[in-house]
């Protein structure tokens, strides 16, 4: 019988003999499968980028079936079959904006590469040295959206989900509720109520009461000053019929929905102050553009007058007008036009800086924002933390003709869309349909003829 000190010796022999045999077996295994190993880590699909594309052409389709001009930029790319839709509707002048598009921006842009989005931005904004103006940014904004809607449709994902996915279940929004007395709006909020919106915009008339002022004559229509289409607002029946419409609407309606109202700039600066310190007693929701962007100094003694909340900046045309205000808490809400600021780039910038400051988004979407720039609009209010609410439209039969995927609207809320890119396209021959026109009003008088600034 093997003594335990012989024993220990094989075991250890055995040992030794057994690890320089699993160490031959692993470099046999090491480099005889090196192709083997190769491919269990070589670069998954995921991680390998996708091929370049560049642009092919960029042109704009005009059409207007539902009666306002609306401009659309297409993107065509190297790949066949991709392309991109985007906003860039400037009603009152869009056929220069036409041009800017096809003359300037095709051939600024053809060749570029369509993922760099950043890049195309920065280098087109500067590209006529002068920046700014809604028909240049009209035309860049038209270009950004449908850029970005090319990268969803590249990765195979909502323009959304790029932007960081989904901050809610949808996009809350108000509805516009108007009537030539209290009683008619009030009529018209109770509709809404009904349909689901928790959210309604109240208005006697149109802005500052244009077009519900029939039984005063303005003076100017008959003096023969001015043309015959110009409308007419009276600023201090404007001022007292207000208080009175929020009056009717509460006590008919109740407490619970948010009500809305958009002075659209139409009385002088301290008026509409003494006006909002009225209005505080009936809580709206927020008072939309109390002042023209020449009037900025005036929001310092709005907001140490009244506590009120304000919406201010469709008529911004760049994005540094929202620093100062936003940094000093001038106002509560962005109010941009995402086809006049310059598209989804620089709105989401804009959004980023008043997340810091408390300040909630609520993007123009008036009847002249076509379908995709809605669908813009609503990309980033599903995926931005500060989202306040939404202007909505609902589209009419011909509209949706045109516009395949138009943004819908369910109690109250936009659904987004989940298919890749903004979601939306554009049927080319209806849209030829509807042509566009050249003539725009937008001139509101006071009785004596003095222009009004909106």
């Given at each position: 019988m093997e003594n335990p000190e012989t024993q220990s010796e094989s075991s250890r022999r055995n040992a030794l003999k057994m690890l320089g045999l699993g160490s031959t077996t692993g470099l046999f295994s090491l480099f005889?499968?090196?192709?083997?190993?190769?491919?269990?880590?070589?670069?998954?699909?995921?991680?390998?980028?996708?091929?370049?594309?560049?642009?092919?052409?960029?042109?704009?389709?005009?059409?207007?079936?539902?009666?306002?001009?609306?401009?659309?930029?297409?993107?065509?790319?190297s790949e066949p079959g991709l392309y991109g839709l985007g906003c860039a509707t400037f009603t009152q002048r869009a056929l220069v904006v036409v041009t800017a598009i096809n003359s300037?921006?095709?051939?600024?842009?053809?060749?570029?590469?369509?993922?760099?989005?950043?890049?195309?931005?920065?280098?087109?904004?500067?590209?006529?040295?002068?920046?700014?103006?809604?028909?240049?940014?009209?035309?860049?904004?038209?270009?950004?959206?449908?850029?970005?809607?090319?990268?969803?449709?590249?990765?195979?994902?909502?323009?959304?989900?790029?932007?960081?996915?989904?901050?809610?279940?949808?996009?809350?929004?108000y509805t516009h509720a108007s009537g030539p007395t209290p009683e008619a709006v009030a009529d018209k909020v109770q509709q809404f109520m009904e349909m689901g919106f928790r959210h309604i915009r109240i208005q006697q008339g149109g802005y500052g009461g244009v077009g519900a002022m029939a039984e005063i004559k303005p003076d100017f229509k008959t003096?023969?000053?001015?043309?015959?289409?110009?409308?007419?607002?009276?600023?201090?029946?404007?001022?007292?019929?207000?208080?009175k419409m929020f009056e009717i609407v509460r006590k008919r309606c109740g407490e619970d929905i948010q009500l809305l109202h958009d002075m659209h700039e139409l009385v002088e600066p301290i008026d509409a102050i003494n006006m909002i310190k009225g209005l505080e007693e009936y809580r709206p929701y927020f008072i939309e553009d109390p002042f023209s962007p020449e009037n900025m100094n005036w929001f310092k003694q709005l907001?140490?007058?009244?506590?009120?909340?304000?919406?201010?900046?469709?008529?911004?045309?760049?994005?540094?007008?929202?620093?100062?205000?936003?940094?000093?808490?001038l106002f509560d809400f962005?109010?941009?036009?995402?086809?006049?600021?310059?598209?989804?780039?620089?709105?989401?910038?804009?959004?980023?800086?008043?997340?810091?400051?408390?300040?909630?988004?609520?993007?123009?979407?008036?009847?002249?924002?076509?379908?995709?720039?809605?669908?813009?609009?609503?990309?980033?209010?599903?995926?931005?933390?500060?989202?306040?609410?939404?202007?909505?439209?609902?589209?009419?039969?011909?509209?949706?003709?045109?516009?395949?995927?138009?943004?819908?609207i369910k109690n109250g809320y936009y659904y987004v869309s989940e298919s890749p890119g903004l979601g939306i396209d554009i049927n080319e021959k209806e849209a030829a349909k509807y042509p566009i026109g050249t003539k725009s009003r937008w001139t509101v008088r006071k009785s004596d003829g003095t222009l009004l600034k909106p």
């Amino acid at each position: 019988m093997e003594n335990p000190e012989t024993q220990s010796e094989s075991s250890r022999r055995n040992a030794l003999k057994m690890l320089g045999l699993g160490s031959t077996t692993g470099l046999f295994s090491l480099f005889g499968s090196q192709k083997a190993r190769a491919e269990t880590y070589a670069t998954p699909s995921y991680a390998k980028g996708l091929a370049p594309v560049t642009i092919k052409s960029v042109r704009a389709i005009t059409t207007a079936p539902g009666g306002s001009n609306l401009v659309i930029v297409k993107v065509e790319t190297s790949e066949p079959g991709l392309y991109g839709l985007g906003c860039a509707t400037f009603t009152q002048r869009a056929l220069v904006v036409v041009t800017a598009i096809n003359s300037y921006l095709n051939d600024f842009c053809v060749g570029k590469d369509v993922d760099n989005i950043e890049d195309m931005w920065q280098s087109a904004y500067v590209s006529s040295y002068w920046r700014n103006g809604p028909v240049l940014n009209n035309a860049l904004s038209g270009l950004d959206q449908a850029l970005w809607d090319i990268k969803g449709k590249r990765a195979n994902m909502p323009v959304y989900q790029l932007l960081g996915g989904k901050a809610r279940i949808a996009v809350d929004t108000y509805t516009h509720a108007s009537g030539p007395t209290p009683e008619a709006v009030a009529d018209k909020v109770q509709q809404f109520m009904e349909m689901g919106f928790r959210h309604i915009r109240i208005q006697q008339g149109g802005y500052g009461g244009v077009g519900a002022m029939a039984e005063i004559k303005p003076d100017f229509k008959t003096a023969g000053f001015g043309r015959e289409t110009d409308d007419f607002s009276d600023q201090r029946t404007y001022l007292k019929r207000v208080p009175k419409m929020f009056e009717i609407v509460r006590k008919r309606c109740g407490e619970d929905i948010q009500l809305l109202h958009d002075m659209h700039e139409l009385v002088e600066p301290i008026d509409a102050i003494n006006m909002i310190k009225g209005l505080e007693e009936y809580r709206p929701y927020f008072i939309e553009d109390p002042f023209s962007p020449e009037n900025m100094n005036w929001f310092k003694q709005l907001r140490q007058t009244t506590s009120v909340p304000i919406a201010m900046g469709e008529l911004f045309n760049n994005i540094n007008e929202f620093k100062e205000p936003m940094a000093n808490h001038l106002f509560d809400f962005i109010r941009i036009h995402i086809s006049q600021i310059g598209g989804i780039t620089p709105a989401m910038k804009v959004a980023r800086l008043g997340e810091w400051f408390n300040v909630r988004t609520a993007w123009h979407g008036p009847g002249d924002t076509s379908p995709v720039g809605h669908a813009a609009n609503n990309s980033i209010d599903i995926a931005v933390w500060n989202f306040g609410i939404q202007e909505s439209q609902i589209f009419s039969d011909k509209v949706k003709e045109v516009f395949p995927g138009c943004p819908t609207i369910k109690n109250g809320y936009y659904y987004v869309s989940e298919s890749p890119g903004l979601g939306i396209d554009i049927n080319e021959k209806e849209a030829a349909k509807y042509p566009i026109g050249t003539k725009s009003r937008w001139t509101v008088r006071k009785s004596d003829g003095t222009l009004l600034k909106p």
